[in-house]
Each structure stands twice: as structure tokens, then as C-alpha cells.
């Protein structure tokens, strides 16, 4: 790895590698990508990918990003722009988990549905994009949906998982889980004009009390429908949020419910006790 | 007693988003849903100064009650 860190260095512009930099060390090492990514990061180098990443995220922190893996369970409207974002950020193994194929009735808002991926699997055409985006990253396709009997083998060894599903019941299974098994969790959940996120730590089942006390009662989504802008906005949010648990960061999301109403531009909070 | 009453997305369509109304001592949560016709499926997530309040809770003089509805979709 020293030979491929020298080279690197010796073809890097001061801290900044750029991306035929590192495809050549690809060939030339007979390495994969996401090898060849980690020992530049490793080397406090810096993709030039992430240069406007700079004073917001450091080095040290794009390499905790870059191992880490995040598992985000709905690859729909807020799975898509979550898997997007994630990619770009440099999380370096992203899981996506659906079970569904795409329909017309996503066209509306899931940025992975185009005409060219209608009838394909959620999670291939997450698979496709994340490869488009950044061959370094490992993006594991999981086309189940999730169960308190296979949660545990999906969600092993990952940093974070973020809620993208679409039924509150199946939310409130993966929030157990996550309690259960001490893994952070950032909730997402949309409707209409609406939306809400909230973040459960290892330790806590904040996000598990919440959704229980929604029971089986049906999400008014169902009546009102998700439009464009409601999944950009939540996913953005939720991303933010997995961005900080992943690189340490203090979250003021800690013990608070964040509502967001777009209709009238206003985010309400409440802090839970 | 006075309490506060904070309505969120779909529950404000013809009522309020925030509102200051009169009670008796002893009145529950439920009372007051009954009192705005909120249906108990459309009422998900309830806040009573921002702990989780059931419809059976007896609310105090000078308390928030924040109502949401279930907000369910990815």
C-alpha cells in the first residue's frame, strides 16, 4: 500500500487527487477503487471529489465516512435522495434495502425512477446510480423487505440505518431493532406538505416511543399523497443527520422530534422527556 | 383553566393552528379532541408540554397540547 500511497502523493496537486489520478493507480496496482480511495484518505489526501466538502467536513473526518457503513432501509422517495446523498458524501458502504420495483405512480418524486428504470428493482437502479456516481463506494442491494426476522442480519455491523420505509407499522419493527441491537437511527416520514425527523442513539428507543403511539393508525400520505419537494427536503435532513453520528459531531436532533410544514414554511420542534 | 392548543398539517384544515381555550378542572385529553372533532385515528402522536400524553391524561392550567396526525410516508 506504501508504493500506492507514493504514487498518489507523487501525482497528487498539494493534498488533491484527482479522479484519473486514482483510476490510473487502479490499473496500474491491479486495486479496486474503493482500496485505492481509502489509502489516498488514509494518506490525507484528499479526492478532488470532496474539495467542496473542505472546512465543512476535514480529511479525517471524509476517511471515518468513507469507512463507515449506512444502511438505508426504503429505496422510494426518501431512499433515493438519502442514497444520493449519502454517495456523495463519501459514506463508503451504502446497503439498500426494497423490496419493490419501480412504478409509474413514482415518477412524481423518487429520483431513482426515470422511464428507463420502470419495472426494475429499487434496488439495482440504487445500485446503478451509486456506481455512476462513485465506483469507490460498495453499495450492497438487499430486495427484501425488512422483518423482525431477518433485521438483524440486515442491519449487522452498519454505523447507522435511516428509516426511509413507507408503513408505520414496518417503521416501528426497524425502530425496535435498532434499540435492541444499540444501533443509531435516523427517522424520516412524509406527507403532503409535511414531514418529520427524528434521531434515536444507541441506548435510547426514542423513535421506537414515538411510532408506537401511532399504532396501526394509517398515515395520512395515504389521502393526501407525497409530492416532489416533500422527500428532497426530509432525505436532505435525514443525510445531515446520519453525516453528524457518523463523524462525532454533537446533534441538537438529540431528544427532539423536528415537524416541518411546508405549506406554511415553519419547523416545529418538541423536546421530548 | 386556560390551555394552549397547538394543531399540526392536516389536523389545522378548518380549524386552527394555535388557539387559547377555556376548560373545566379535570378535563382529559379526549375531551378536548372531542371538543375540536378530531377522530383518536387521525390524533397519532399527542404532547402535553412536550412529554407524550395519552387521550386519557388530565391536563392542568397553563398546559401545551400539541396534537399531531400519523405522518407515515417514504
Known sequence: MDQVQDFLKANGADDIVHQNILDEASVKFNIPPGVIEEAALNANLLPARYQRNRNTISIEQQYALFKSRVVVIGCGGLGGHVIEGLARLGVGTIVAVDPDHFEEHNLNRQILCTLGTLGQLKTAAAAARVRKINPAIMIVSVPQALRSGNAARILSGCDVVVDALDSIPVRVELARACAELSIALVHGAIAGWFGQIAIQLPGEQTVLDLLEKCGNKIGIEKEIGNPSFAPAVVAGLQTAEACKIITNKDSSMKGRILFIDLLDMHFEEIRFE | ?74
Open chain 2, 1 to 74: 383553566m386556560h390551555i394552549q392548543i397547538k394543531l399540526f398539517a392536516t389536523l389545522r384544515k378548518d380549524r386552527f393552528d394555535t388557539d387559547q381555550r377555556e376548560y373545566t378542572a379535570g378535563t382529559t385529553v379526549l375531551v378536548v379532541l372531542n371538543d375540536l372533532v378530531i377522530p383518536e385515528g387521525e390524533a397519532a402522536i399527542i404532547f402535553v408540554n412536550g412529554k407524550h400524553a395519552g387521550t386519557d391524561h388530565v391536563m392542568l392550567d397553563g398546559d401545551t397540547l400539541s396534537i399531531f396526525p400519523p405522518i407515515g410516508g417514504g
